[in-house]
């Protein structure tokens, strides 16, 4: 929707009855492709965006066929900075922590983007009781190639992240955790 003039396209393939969905847009200065659940859907080239901004609009426009329902809506501009600590992993005994290795890479299905002017930071500790006290280790950086030092029964990590100009998330996409029993 732009002022008066509005595009539909329909997106086949959906059930879109009671069912949550994830929905991406991504733009370049000239197009847009729009994503539901990893897939892309529709793309729109040589779009003239000018200094228009792209905004959500949630629309029901079919009278009586159901209620819609948002959970939450993210737009950016992203924050400067922030932190996500994992939950505490449990080697189930005494075991040699190898290595804590992230996957940093946008989802393949992002393949049009990067993810320059973001920075994610590995950490880890480790310790020996199931909740992180004073006998845990203090967050350490992972080494070059994801490597880690030590022995214990648990380990957690934290990703400190960073974007510089507020307009891309950066992106972890999984986290491995590799160890040796003894």
């Not at 920075?119 to 020996?128: D, W």
Request: hydrophobic fraction near 35%; charge should be positive.
């Amino acid at each position: 929707m732009n002022g008066t003039k509005i595009v539909e396209n329909v997106m086949a393939g959906i059930d879109w009855k009671n069912k949550a969905h994830k929905y991406q847009i991504t733009m370049t200065a000239q197009n847009a492709s729009y994503y539901i659940d990893g897939n892309l859907m529709v793309s729109h080239t040589s779009m003239a965006w000018g200094t228009a901004s792209l905004r959500p609009a949630v629309m029901d426009s079919t009278l009586g066929d159901g209620a819609l329902s948002v959970d939450w809506v993210r737009s950016g501009p992203f924050a400067a900075s922030g932190s996500y600590t994992s939950a505490v992993f449990d080697g189930g005994e005494g075991v040699t922590w190898v290595k804590v290795a992230a996957t940093n890479s946008i989802a393949p299905w992002f393949s049009c983007c990067t993810a320059s002017g973001t920075t994610n930071v590995l950490n880890y500790r480790t310790g020996n009781t199931p909740s992180p006290d004073a006998s845990w280790s203090a967050f350490a950086p992972v080494g070059t190639g994801g490597t880690v030092t030590g022995s214990s029964r648990y380990i957690q990590y934290m990703v400190l992240m960073t974007s510089t100009g507020g307009t891309k998330a950066p992106i972890v996409q999984d986290v491995t955790i590799t160890y040796k029993r003894p």
